[in-house]
Nanobody, 120 residues
Framework: QVQVMESGGGWVQPGGSLELSCAAS????????MAWYRQSPGKQRELVAG???????IYTDSAKGRFTISSDSAKNTVYLQMNRLESEDTAVYYC??????????????WGQGTQVTVSS
């Protein structure tokens, strides 16, 4: 059993900062990638940022220059530092951990989500 737990969400004024954390625990395997997604009401879940096991990162265009993803492989933890937050960043943020599959199907796990609200 693998557990994925996010933390760090909350309310912030426009222009402010938040840092999200996500840790995988339990029967964890070898991590291939860790990523942050977000979903706003009425919208599809979208990729915000991802980091591969070799350190390569990807960002959605709206996150480039404002958000930074990082990880601590020893702790199976991924972080998302979000700066210059905008109201459009308001969403539930989900962490996804992708493991090297130990069976016939892909092996990835989602957290329960953490709410980020940006408003004045």
């Amino acid at each position: 059993q693998v557990q994925v737990m996010e933390s760090g969400g909350g309310w912030v004024q426009p222009g402010g900062s938040l840092e999200l954390s996500c840790a995988a625990s339990g029967s964890v395997g070898i991590v291939k990638a860790m990523a942050w997604y977000r979903q706003s009401p009425g919208k599809q879940r979208e990729l915000v940022a991802g980091i591969m096991s070799d350190g390569r990162t990807i960002y959605t265009d709206s996150a480039k220059g404002r958000f930074t993803i990082s990880s601590d492989s020893a702790k199976n933890t991924v972080y998302l530092q979000m700066n210059r937050l905008e109201s459009e960043d308001t969403a539930v943020y989900y962490c996804c951990v992708d493991f090297v599959s130990r069976g016939p199907t892909p092996e990835y796990y989602w957290g329960q989500g953490t709410q980020v609200t940006v408003s004045s």
